[in-house]
């Protein structure tokens, strides 16, 4: 049994609720292939929630194949078409990563324009109130499958080094070295978000599911922001590994990041 391309959302927002947490616990392996969820009672007891509001989400989610239901022993978990092929990048090591992914992946470009940029945006990249950013979103698909929804926000005199067509076709990276950009570095945050309808739509979740969101700022040599990107990874296909290592002496001794520790 596998997985549709839709998920079936149960009815009312409590069993939607339950259908995403037991989802994510499964996707996460807290309940592998072969395990038998809790019961009903013990379910509804768990989440606060009635027995017919689990019993809902339980029959959403052996539609979607991610349970199979057992005549008096319960629900057994399945393994899901498209969970062992997850793509893992290492924290320490990201932008290289990501760009090899460019490599490896392939892309769907959504919609390409040029606007003013929302005010965060153009606070980000340093930009006067009548500037304009090429603004384009992408979704990435790795065996044909979605696993990332991408929107950057180019400023305008760069962007126009480059067309849709390109930005169809090759990765942001090299079209911004091809515009003469010198990449030095860039900031980011890590943090999470849920799936609005569109989002829901081009990534093959339901509206509501938890996705893993990465904002990143990239500048160039002379400190310039030259690309604004906000990322959106679906947990079930794509992680963040990080290595540390315990460094220090006696009370002073604490966990660090080892830099560097895999290459993608």
Known sequence: MTIHAQATLPEGGKARRVYLLLRDDISSGRYAE??????????????????????????ALAADGWIEKKTGAG?????????GDKIA????????QLVAFDKKTTARLLSFSYAKPAKIVAEALGLGSDARVQTAVRVRLSNGEPFSYLTTHVPEDIARNYDEADLATQPLFRLLERSGVQVEGADQSVS???AGPDVADALDVAVGSPLLWIDRLV?????????HLSALYRPDRFRLDMSMTRTGAGEARHWEPVIGAREG
């Open 219 to 227: 500048r160039d040599s002379s400190g310039r922001g030259v690309e």
């Open 34 to 59: 072969g395990d038998f969820l809790p019961g009903e009672n013990r379910l509804a007891e768990t989440l606060n929630v009635s027995r017919i509001t689990v019993r809902r989400a339980l029959e």
């Open 89 to 96: 990048a290492d924290f320490a090591t990201l932008i290289p």
């Open 192 to 194: 999470a978000t849920l």
């Open 75 to 83: 629900s057994l978990v399945l393994s899901p078409q498209g969970q």
